[in-house]
């Protein structure tokens, strides 16, 4: 699952950081890519199981 979720979030111009196998950072450049971001994790937390939480900056 970590392929095809790190291929889209680079597809959508995000830019990751793993931190251990199980935890991964993911930032938005700005509100629109966000928004993108976030609706696919999303649909991926439930398709898959995948679990996300946001980590706003402001």
Sequence with gaps: MWGVVSE????L???LERY???LLAVD???YRQAQLVADYLLEAEQ???LMYE???TK
């Design 28 to 30: 938005a450049a700005n």
């Design 54 to 56: 946001t980590g706003r």
């Design 47 to 49: 398709a898959t199981g």
């Design 20 to 22: 251990s196998r199980n």
């Design 13 to 15: 111009n995000a830019t």
């Design 8 to 11: 889209e979030l680079h597809r």
